[in-house]
């Protein structure tokens, strides 16, 4: 019988993003890339913060969003971790379209979870590459909110 999966908090993650970049429909949806400008990381097994990086985001026809980020954290104790993170954010139309617009939207009504991983050098953080993650979210006008999970 297989093990249950239990989940471990792991950290908090408040990235301050800028204005998206629009490049249009390019085939595959409206192409978009959002700049992490910096931010913070508080929790149990992480404290640091956030350097810049780069979301690159397609939105499907159906409102869909692919989230790829790709950004750096800076620990605490100064070691450098390379965050891969994807996901996926929807949810009713007109929300989106808030979103999208860089409106205040209740994060109950939109699903937005991603699958972060992260590449460390420093022997303390090894663990982070030895786990699978899962994050849930929040979109803000100015930043997104992710809560972020071991999976035990």
Do not use: C
Not at 87 to 93: L, S
Not at 125 to 147: C, K, N, Q, Y
């Amino acid at each position: 019988m297989p093990i249950p999966l239990a989940l471990e908090h792991v950290f908090d993650l408040r990235a301050h993003v800028g204005k998206p970049l629009e490049f249009g429909d390019t085939g595959l949806g409206e192409r978009r890339i959002i700049d992490v400008t910096g931010g913070t990381v508080t929790g149990p097994r992480l404290q640091g913060r956030v350097r810049p990086g780069a979301d690159f985001q397609i939105i499907r026809a159906n409102g869909l969003t692919e989230l790829h980020a790709r950004y750096v954290i800076e620990a605490d104790d100064g070691a450098l971790i390379y965050v891969v993170n994807d996901g996926i954010r929807f949810g009713p139309r007109d929300a989106l379209d808030k979103l999208k617009r860089g409106e205040p939207v209740d994060p109950a009504l939109i699903y937005f979870r991603s699958v972060p991983r992260f590449e460390v050098a420093a022997a303390k953080h090894a663990w982070m590459m030895e786990s699978i993650f899962v994050g849930t979210g929040a979109r803000r006008p100015d930043a997104v909110e992710l809560s972020v999970y071991r999976v035990a």
